[in-house]
């Protein structure tokens, strides 16, 4: 009896130039390799599937922040967030200082993708990336950002005021605030704000356009080698009820 060779993966054992005599072994060879085939065009139709996957679930706490953080000591219809190395990857690296401020107790904290928590690139990372993210979808939402700062400018430990006056510096950041583009037209006020020797920078922007909201509030600030950046923002009728309330949120952003 002559015996059959072996076929590729992808092609049939049965020749029609001649007459073969499958062996026991060659049958089973056959099935083994039709069933591979299957389980290789399975993962191929898969595979698509496992890439767009959803991502796992947060690690933010998604309750109000009122049932867990300790009333502020200046204004007891808030509570006080205060930022520690638990709580970023920054601040366990070193490259932001601890930051605070305020929220109304109904807020919730949210998950920060990981791709944009600088979790990936700390402690040298190179582009801006976002610590904390609170929000209330009735009365608007917080971030912090932070950004290298020689990416702003080459002198080591710069002071805000040594990287330029407000409007050169929301020129910079200013993406960050909408979260897409800026433009200087959004502008509608900047102040200078003193807090011990921390100086401040102050902004408020009326951005039709933004992915944020129609409305953002801004406050900006450099220690040591970075700038951080605090954005409350809200659209239209977030801001017609809570105008107030994330002012007096921007204003108690401090590092």
């Given at each position: 009896?002559a015996?059959?060779s ?8 049965l020749k029609t ?7 026991t ?6 099935r083994k390799q039709?069933?591979l085939r299957?389980?290789?065009?399975k993962g ?10 959803a ?6 706490r998604e ?5 867990y953080l300790?009333?502020?000591p200046?204004?007891p219809s808030?509570v006080?967030?205060?930022?520690s ?10 490259n932001?200082q601890?930051?605070?401020?305020i ?6 904290q949210t998950?920060?993708a990981?791709i944009?928590?600088?979790n990936y690139c ?8 976002v ?5 209330d979808e009735k009365?608007g ?11 702003l400018?080459?002198?080591p430990?710069?002071t805000i005021?040594e990287?330029?006056n407000p ?6 950041l ?6 897409n ?8 006020e900047t102040?200078?704000?003193?807090l011990?020797?921390q100086t401040?920078y102050?902004?408020m922007l009326?951005t039709?356009?933004?992915l944020t909201g129609?409305h953002n509030?801004?406050?900006?600030t ?5 700038v951080?950046?605090?954005v409350a923002?809200?659209?239209d009728k977030?801001w017609?009820?809570s105008?107030?309330t ?8 401090q590092i």
């Amino acid at each position: 009896m002559a015996t059959a060779s072996l076929t590729p993966i992808f092609s049939s054992p049965l020749k029609t130039s001649r007459t073969t005599a499958l062996t026991t072994t060659t049958l089973d060879q056959y099935r083994k390799q039709v069933i591979l085939r299957r389980q290789i065009l399975k993962g191929l139709v898969l595979s698509p599937l496992i890439l767009i996957k959803a991502p796992p679930s947060s690690e933010a706490r998604e309750i109000e922040v009122g049932s867990y953080l300790p009333p502020s000591p200046t204004d007891p219809s808030f509570v006080l967030f205060k930022a520690s190395p638990k709580d970023t990857p920054a601040l366990r690296a070193g490259n932001v200082q601890p930051y605070q401020f305020i929220l109304p107790p109904s807020w919730k904290q949210t998950r920060v993708a990981n791709i944009l928590s600088g979790n990936y690139c700390q402690p040298k990372c190179a582009e801006p990336w976002v610590e904390v993210k609170f929000e209330d979808e009735k009365q608007g939402k917080v971030q912090v950002v932070a950004s290298p700062l020689i990416r702003l400018t080459n002198k080591p430990n710069a002071t805000i005021e040594e990287i330029g006056n407000p409007e050169k510096l929301i020129a910079s950041l200013g993406p960050f605030v909408t979260g897409n583009s800026y433009d200087p037209d959004e502008l509608l006020e900047t102040r200078i704000e003193k807090l011990g020797d921390q100086t401040y920078y102050k902004y408020m922007l009326e951005t039709p356009f933004a992915l944020t909201g129609t409305h953002n509030l801004a406050k900006a600030t450099a220690k040591g080698s970075t700038v951080v950046l605090f954005v409350a923002s809200a659209n239209d009728k977030q801001w017609q009820a809570s105008e107030k309330t994330l002012k007096a949120i921007l204003d108690s952003f401090q590092i």
